[in-house]
């Protein structure tokens, strides 16, 4: 009798045992998905600040380009425009 009771009692004291074990566990890799989900977030956003520099310059140098092309791009279409009409549209025909 007084083995069974000792038998029972170290099986419901493994049970409990590995049980608190296993749930510690658990809880411990949710945390650690949380703070690396968290930091995983925190460095994304980072990562989008930096880049939106970088883009910023970017930005600032394709308009500094367009703006040239622009200019050059008037001046091209004002001298086409003087030419025709010194062409075609003379009094002298």
Known sequence: MELTIALALS???SVISVSTFVLNR???AIKDTK???QE???????EIKEDNKEIKNDLKEIRK???AYKDTI??????????????YHSKEK
């Open 74 to 87: 008037r001046s091209m279409i004002k001298m086409e425009i003087e030419e025709h009409v010194k062409l």
């Open 65 to 67: 380009t367009l703006s």
């Open 40 to 46: 995983l977030i925190e460095y994304q956003l980072k």
């Open 26 to 28: 658990k809880d411990k």
């Open 11 to 13: 099986i419901l004291g």
């Open 35 to 37: 703070e690396n989900h």
